[in-house]
Nanobody
Framework: QVQLVESGGGLVQTGGSLRLSCAAS????????MGWFRQAPGKEREFVAA???????YYEDSVKGRFTTSRDNAKNTVYLQMNSLKPEDTAVYYC?????????????????WGQGTQVTVSS
C-alpha cells in the first residue's frame, strides 16, 4: 500500500511559477516510479510527467521546456516545477505511483493516486 499527498497548488498569474510536491509513504520509495497527471474541468485526466526509479524521465509535449520533475529519495518526495505557466495549465494535478514506469505513464488500473491539488493560472 502507498499513500500519496500532493501540495503546492494555488493561484498564479500567466507566466508565473509553482512547485508541486508529492510525499509518498508505505513502501520503498527509491524503487517506485512516480508520475504527474492533470484534469481540467470537463476534460479527461491527462499525463504530464513521470520519473522512474532508475532515472528515466518523460514529459507530455505541451509542458516540455516549462515543467521539470525530480525526486528526493531521502525525503520520499517527488516534485513538479512548473514555469511559464499558461491559463491552459489550469487543472487539478495528481501524482501517482507504481513499481512500473510504463504503468505510471498511462495511469494504469491499480496504480496509486494522491488526492490532487488545484492549480489555477489567471490570464
Amino acid at each position: 500500500q502507498v499513500q500519496l499527498v500532493e501540495s503546492g497548488g494555488g493561484l498564479v498569474q500567466t507566466g508565473g511559477s509553482l512547485r508541486l510536491s508529492c510525499a509518498a509513504s508505505g513502501r520503498s520509495f527509491s524503487s517506485t516510479a512516480m508520475g504527474w497527471f492533470r484534469q481540467a474541468p470537463g476534460k479527461e485526466r491527462e499525463f504530464v510527467a513521470a520519473i522512474g526509479w532508475t532515472g528515466g524521465i518523460y514529459y507530455e509535449d505541451s509542458v516540455k521546456g516549462r515543467f521539470t520533475t525530480s525526486r528526493d529519495n531521502a525525503k520520499n518526495t517527488v516534485y513538479l516545477q512548473m514555469n511559464s505557466l499558461k491559463p491552459e495549465d489550469t487543472a487539478v494535478y495528481y501524482c501517482n505511483a507504481d513499481r512500473s514506469l510504463a504503468r505510471v505513464r498511462v495511469g494504469a488500473a491499480g496504480v496509486y493516486w494522491g488526492q490532487g491539488t488545484q492549480v489555477t493560472v489567471s490570464s
